[in-house]
């Protein structure tokens, strides 16, 4: 409840409503720190690009690039439909500009998705690999 605290705060400060996808991010950031990931950086924006990398974790020795997809509900499909071909262009953009950064070699690189649907309560889903395809672009 902690985290949750703290989330609520650093909206506030920002001025900001409580909206889906911020809270979407945090509710996937905790899950995965259950999980033992080491989140490395939050809402990671390349010079180069107007991309941007939700999460970005390290799981053991292996950089994981995390796309987080929430909805209100899932009326409308499983809010990892929403991922178009741009948006892996993007990350894997944006993925090679942290990996060369970090001196990471690529066949560490992995790219997750976490969905989250905001009922109460939230339910989250991790794909891990789910963009494994994006690598050979």
Do not use: C
């Amino acid at each position: 409840m902690i985290g949750a605290f703290f989330d609520w705060l650093r909206r506030l400060g920002r001025g900001r409503d409580v909206k889906s996808g911020r809270r979407g991010e945090d509710l996937a950031h905790r899950y995965l720190k259950r999980r033992g990931f080491v989140i490395v950086a939050r809402n990671y924006r390349p010079v180069s690009s107007r991309a941007e990398v939700d999460l970005i974790a390290r799981d053991g020795d292996a950089l994981v690039f995390v796309e987080v997809k929430s909805r209100v509900t899932d009326e409308y499909g499983e809010p990892e439909r929403a991922i178009g071909e741009a948006k892996r262009r993007n990350l894997l953009r944006a993925a090679r500009e942290y990996a060369r950064k970090t001196n990471t070699p690529w066949e560490q690189v992995r790219f997750d998705v976490v969905t989250v649907i905001l009922q109460d309560p939230p339910t989250i889903r991790w794909y891990p690999g789910w963009l494994a395809t994006s690598r050979r672009t």
